[in-house]
T-cell receptor
């Protein structure tokens, strides 16, 4: 079955520090990959998506992610954390071109301290 | 662009009553919408895929008669939780696709509390 694993339910960083949120997918066929952010009591906002073009994908709010087929990974990074980045982050995978069916990881809560 | 709204954002109801949640695509037409359920501190679980003008496709384990989905127009899908019970309390989120390869855009969610 298609699945995506997010290592670490919580990640804590200091303001200004590097943010690294991990995501691995299980498939021999490269999927389409997404990162979403969810603020409390809100829906999901798309940060970025990988659709088999460039392996380094730049998204909104200074986030980027790199698709590494050899590692089946799609980790999310940001060079310098802001307090406003504190939220829940979900990695998701889809295997059809219309992105019709998304399978979500369990989420990682990012905590940013002053 | 690609804004999805939900109404209501928060609803409390008594056990045994039915609740309707609306999902609207505000600036685009969506032939397909999705309904998700999210329990506290957990991920989103797809409940069903809603196609305009046809019956919804439910995921395994989701009760069709309990969670009624209607996609009456290209901009509106509704989820009705029938005979709600406390275990139905959850955060319900819808999403829609503006076009091929655009990805899903999510609504702000509806928090349902059943007393």
């Amino acid at each position: 079955a298609q699945s995506v694993t997010q290592l670490g339910s919580h990640v804590s960083v200091s303001e200004g520090a590097l943010v690294l949120l991990r995501c691995n997918y299980s498939s021999s066929v490269p999927p389409y990959l997404f990162w979403y952010v969810q603020y409390p009591n809100q829906g999901l906002q798309l940060l970025l998506k990988y659709t088999s073009a460039a392996t380094l994908v730049k998204g909104i709010n200074g986030f980027e992610a790199e698709f590494k087929k050899s590692e089946t990974s799609f980790h999310l990074t940001k060079p310098s954390a802001h307090m406003s980045d504190a939220a829940e982050y979900f990695c998701a995978v889809s295997y059809n071109t219309g992105f019709q069916k998304l399978v979500f990881g369990t989420g990682t809560r990012l905590l940013v301290s002053p | 662009g690609a804004v999805v709204s939900q109404h209501p954002s928060w609803v409390i109801c008594k056990s045994g009553t039915s609740v309707k949640i609306e999902c609207r695509s505000l600036d685009f037409q969506a032939t397909t919408m999705f309904w998700y359920r999210q329990f506290p501190k957990q991920s989103l679980m797809l409940m069903a895929t809603s196609n305009e003008g046809s019956k919804a496709t439910y995921e395994q384990g989701v009760e069709k008669d309990k969670f009624l989905i209607n996609h009456a127009s290209l901009t509106l899908s509704t989820l009705t939780v029938t005979s709600a019970h406390p275990e139905d309390s959850s955060f319900y989120i819808c999403s829609a696709i503006p076009g091929l390869a655009s990805g899903q855009f999510f609504g702000p969610g509806t928090r349902l509390t059943v007393l």
